[in-house]
């Protein structure tokens, strides 16, 4: 009984997905055509690929899987006592929290994209987590007021679990993240091509829906992301990557800077944040150069027209 209420809340916190090759249909009558250009261009264009939620492309079928695993777990969360364990109640509620929390994230990093199927899965996946932590807080209250003699509140208990982290002044711990500047608006290929560069070149080791949580357009999450490992050993390399974002694709931000924001999102090697003393770019440094074509070269990679803090060659 209880494989069947932890598969299913396993289901819904499980926010990785993956592209798969779609492969060439049988009845596709320029097979021949379209393998040269792929040969002739040297990479297969993203049409070609379905991006996978759960195991999922098809949004029908998706949804038959959720709303099976879902009504299965009603049946065990009410059959077993999990229902009367105020703490593990609490946890799955938390649990279910985050993972739609982490969903509306992926969703708004998708404004831009032309997925509209991949897009689909998201929204059935955010409304099953909705389903579900309605039901879980309907049978709470019913459960409160059955036990209403002896003072159990598994609700209560809820809400304090869920605001045990705020500040006691009331005030929600701040939120570090990258603002996407609002005139681009081809950022979600922008930030796939800079993960793909950044991972080729063992500066990151982290999967694209974990670097793409660092990014927003225009809505703040709920928390930041967790933290990714920047591999270098120096600080020197993060220093000028952050300079180079800073001029092309996040906006200007103040309090906090993007330095400030930058050392929050980032660890560094030895896996704890990078600190203000850490050792600055320099332009005027010998190993300046080096560094600075290397980075101008994967900003350039990501989109041509995008500037970076090179400075252009006097004319003669």
Known sequence: MYAAIIDFVKALCDNEYESKFRGIPDEFDQTDELLAEIELAGEIPPSMFDLELNGFSNPI??????EKNFNSFKI????????????LVAEVHDQILDSKAVLLQIKQSLISSSDITFKSLIDLKISYCEKTISFIETKCRMLKEQLQNNGAS?????????NSNKQTLGEDPPVYVFRIKKEITNWDHVIKTLHKEL???????????????LFIGDTLPQQSPEPIKWKHKTYYHFSYFIRCLHRSLISYSKKPSNNVIARKLFLSLDGVPFTEKGDRFDSRSDKTQEV???FDKIIKNCDPKYTTTSKKKPTS
Not at 61 to 66: K, L, N, Q, T, V
Not at 199 to 213: A, E, H, M, N
Request: charged share 35%.
């Open 76 to 87: 065990y969360f009410l059959s077993t006592s999990t229902n009367k364990n105020i703490d």
């Open 61 to 66: 079928e998706f949804e038959d899987f959720f």
């Open 292 to 294: 600075r074509a290397f």
């Open 199 to 213: 991972k080729k070149y063992r500066y990151i080791d982290c999967s694209l829906p974990q670097f793409r949580k």
């Open 154 to 162: 598994i609700l209560t208990n809820i809400v304090e679990k869920k």
